[in-house]
């Protein structure tokens, strides 16, 4: 029955709180790698977190991917989130414009009929151009934002698939995986032990930045990515996991 099937996602719930040390989980229904509408679902329990959490004048910083893309087309206009300003979380990761969190910041805007903020910075920078670059004015101010948010909503992956997406070259490849990267969150990858073996060179929101004043939601799903989840929830910072429920059971097997 819907009872006995609603029982057993909020046991699920309450073993990855315990597991992960994360303060909420949410578990939606399904797998996000095999069915398209669970993406939906841990969008739709996100939504419902910001409209309760955000008000007027807030920043929210967001990182870029096909989870978060889902998270702007599930978003809609509310009193709540009228007044806010979605940013993204870091500059160019080496993916594709749509996945961007540029795109995906200017996307929830539009369909929250919201605020937003661009951040151009190009891909690949060198170390001169980063440090000229975090001098500009412009620039500046609009790190303040990001890297002082309200709210911080990303996903994690795999670390070799996203380095592979990113178009990585073999070198960068071998090197993670001599260094045993497990996952990747906005530019951050990870062992197993949570702990950082590699931060992509592009400005934005730093991991050390981040303490309790801001809520960080953790948004990831899929079967695929439970070695991934493990590895970044172990000794990240994160408020709430919205998850799925083939996720949630391969995260337990896990650990
Ligand atoms: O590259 C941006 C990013 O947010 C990564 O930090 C993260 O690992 C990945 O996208 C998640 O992508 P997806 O939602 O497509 O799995």
Redesign the pocket.
């Known amino acids: 029955s819907s009872i006995q099937v609603l029982t057993g996602r909020t046991s699920l719930q309450a073993k990855l709180e315990r597991a992960l040390h994360v303060k909420r989980v949410i578990v939606a229904p399904g797998n996000s790698d095999e069915q398209d509408w669970v993406k939906k679902e841990m969008s739709r329990a996100c939504v419902d977190e910001m409209i309760q959490t955000l008000g007027e004048g807030d920043v929210v910083a967001v990182?870029?991917?096909?989870?978060?893309a889902a998270l702007a087309a599930a978003v809609y206009p509310h009193a709540r989130l009228s007044n806010v300003t979605f940013v993204p979380a870091r500059g160019g990761?080496g993916?594709d414009v749509e996945?961007q969190?540029n795109t995906i910041s200017a996307d929830l805007a539009k369909q929250a009929e919201a605020n937003y903020r661009l951040l151009h910075v190009p891909d690949q920078l060198s170390e001169t151009a980063y440090d000229s670059l975090i001098e500009e004015p412009g620039i500046r101010e609009l790190l303040q934002l990001i890297r002082h948010p309200r709210m911080v909503i990303?996903?994690?992956?795999d670390a070799l698939s996203?380095a592979t997406r990113?178009g990585s070259t073999e070198e960068h490849l071998q090197g993670l995986e001599t260094k045993s990267a497990q996952s990747?969150?906005?530019?951050y990858y990870f062992d197993h032990h949570g702990k950082i073996v590699h931060k992509e060179r592009t400005i934005g929101l730093q991991l050390s930045d981040l303490n309790e004043e801001q809520m960080v939601i953790t948004v990831?799903g899929g079967a695929s990515k439970a070695k991934a989840i493990a590895s970044y929830m172990t000794h990240r910072p994160s408020d709430l996991l919205i998850t799925d429920e083939a996720a949630a059971k391969a995260v337990l097997d896990t650990l």
């Open positions: 990182a870029g991917g096909t989870t978060l990761l993916e996945l969190a990303h996903s994690v992956g996203m990113r990747e969150a906005f530019g990831a």
